[in-house]
């Protein structure tokens, strides 16, 4: 029930939903005459969108997201790698039978990598049908796909295919892991999605070592020069509010330990 709900909501709750649903209701509101209060309406998405897409205000709201916690330095050992779904395109996969990665794709890159630099640890890769209104294909079989094809070795490969959202994630990859007492887990996942994994993970009882990838902010004066290219502004209001809502709904439902985890 949390899926299908957390689906709609963030539907409706988008910037740019949120924003063409005041204008609408602006719209309506002038059909009935109450010119003041459409005008209102109408202003209020007009200066929203300008906020969104001409200020560094998505930047600031992301950093914060990416900077909470900061990537450690690497142990001597580690026992697995966890690899969060969300940087493979299920449905670029499934219509063209490729397998296609998104702007979250350094979360498989590091993955592999990090496989590398660790020979002797499992790589569990957790990602499953995340669509709500189309059976894509599990983010795995693209996984699977990828990672045998750039040399990991199958029995070092562990998927979770059933996993919807980032609770799921961690319940999931737990039962597969099996982890036990002094062994070294990394989590891999985009920095600014990292508090909200992190917390998920805790109530799991497993407990991680965070590597955050996928950066979107730059750091210090640049933070506050937004991109002259406007989608890149509103895509950082976007995935910055879909966290901090997320954060509040996990929180309520008891799926994180804190309202904003932090190390």
Request: with cysteine.
């Amino acid at each position: 029930m949390f899926f299908y709900a957390a689906k709609i909501g963030w539907f409706v709750l988008q910037p740019l939903a949120a924003i063409l649903l005041v204008v609408i209701l602006g719209l309506l509101a002038l059909a009935l005459g109450r010119a003041r209060l459409a005008a209102g309406l109408i202003a209020l998405s007009v200066a929203a969108l300008a906020v969104c897409s001409l200020t560094p205000a998505g930047l600031m709201m992301m950093a914060v997201l990416e900077d909470r916690f900061p990537r450690p330095e690497l142990p001597d050992r580690v026992d697995g790698i966890i690899v969060l779904g969300g940087a493979f395109d299920t449905r670029v996969a499934r219509t063209r039978g490729l397998t296609e990665l998104n702007d979250a794709a350094d979360r498989v890159t590091a993955g592999m990598e990090l496989a590398r630099r660790y020979p002797q640890a499992k790589l569990l890769f957790s990602g499953g049908v995340a669509a709500l209104l189309e059976e894509d294909i599990p983010e795995t079989e693209a996984a699977e796909v990828l990672y045998i094809g750039l040399g990991l070795e199958q029995d070092r490969l562990l998927l979770d295919g059933r996993a919807r959202d980032t609770f799921e994630n961690a319940v999931f990859a737990k039962e597969l892991a099996e982890p036990v007492a002094g062994e070294v887990w990394l989590l891999v996942t985009s920095a600014s999605h990292m508090p909200r994994a992190v917390g998920c993970f805790r109530v799991a009882d497993f407990p991680v070592l965070p590597y955050p990838v996928d950066y979107r902010t730059p750091s210090g004066p640049a933070l506050y020069r937004p991109s002259s290219t406007t989608i890149r502004n509103l895509e950082k209001v976007h995935f910055a509010i879909r966290e901090y809502l997320g954060l509040v709904a996990y929180r309520l439902s008891g799926r994180t330990d804190a309202l904003f985890p932090s190390p």
